[in-house]
């Protein structure tokens, strides 16, 4: 068994639970052990440093010596979160002075500090194609996709360093773990784009033609179904996908899902929600 710690993000056990649903039988099926950090907490969702940065800083400090504690690296579901933990890591191992003051945070507030030299960050993406490796999950699919898929990377993990060994510019390492699932993988030109999360309150309209810009640009290029690898964006490409059709004048219908969920169906969990998806992508994804 392969241990990491893991982190949830913001949203895999509040509005998107199935995404923790799926991540446990099929991190156990490639035989990943995900060890929980006890008492984690948001990362901020680049939402308060927009306010206070330090608060950001000092969040994620406490989430990474935690998973100190724990000694192992941390995998996540949510793109977000793998940006965000990936950008503060870096700025505690560039700026002492960064990482001297959200240890004087931490340690007046849990009694922890952070030593940042010997924790890393990951996706649960890049830990499948780069630590499991591509053979080893092709031989455990039981349920091959059969299907053409749109992978939706968004721009908070793509950068380098933050995104594994995947190239941060064009990134393929979806697309390649959707061939080993037996699916057909789509190219489209906004893979990598930003669909304006977390802007949405502030920023309605804008928010809505970048998400339809993405959804109509996949289903053009012939996607049946859109899988997205990052939780705080799948929002707004699944529940606001009418309204941006509307907001933006475009066909947008088309089923979305979280990447740990089609992983999850491939590997034999959720036959039943599987056969839903599927059913979906024949009425509305083609």
């Known amino acids: 068994m392969v241990k990491y710690s893991y982190y949830p993000g913001n949203v895999a056990r509040q509005s998107s639970?199935?995404?923790?649903?799926t991540i446990q039988p099929l991190c156990r099926s490639l035989g990943i052990e995900l060890i929980e950090i006890v008492g984690y907490n948001g990362d901020g969702g680049n939402i308060i440093k927009q306010g206070n940065k330090e608060l950001q800083l000092a969040l994620n400090?406490?989430?990474?010596?935690?998973?100190e504690m724990n000694g192992h690296e941390i995998i996540t579901a949510c793109a977000s979160a793998q940006g965000i933990l990936h950008d503060s890591l870096e700025t505690f191992q560039n700026d002492p002075i960064a990482l001297a003051n959200a240890n004087r945070v931490l340690e007046r507030t849990t009694g922890m500090t952070l030593d940042s030299s010997e924790i890393s960050t990951n996706h649960l993406l890049h830990v499948l194609v780069d630590e499991i490796g591509l053979d080893k999950v092709e031989a455990a699919v039981v349920n091959p996709l059969d299907m053409d898929i749109a992978c939706y990377y968004g721009p908070?993990?793509?950068r380098k360093g933050a995104c594994g060994g995947d190239d941060p510019w064009n990134p393929d390492y979806m697309e390649k773990l959707i061939t080993a699932l037996g699916g057909r993988p789509v190219e489209y030109k906004t893979k990598t784009s930003s669909v304006g999360n977390p802007s949405l309150l502030s920023l309605g309209d804008s928010v809505m033609k970048m998400t339809a810009r993405v959804l109509n640009d996949a289903k053009k290029a012939g996607a049946q179904i859109l899988v997205s690898a990052c939780t705080q964006s799948h929002s707004n490409l699944d529940s606001y996908q009418g309204k941006a059709g509307r907001v933006a004048n475009k066909d947008t219908n088309i089923p979305v899902v979280n990447f740990t969920e089609i992983v999850a169906f491939a590997l034999g969990h959720f036959t039943d929600r599987f056969a839903q998806l599927k059913t979906r992508a024949m009425m509305i994804g083609s």
């Open 17 to 21: 639970r199935e995404v923790e649903d």
């Open 156 to 158: 908070h993990m793509q």
């Open 61 to 67: 400090a406490r989430n990474l010596a935690l998973a």
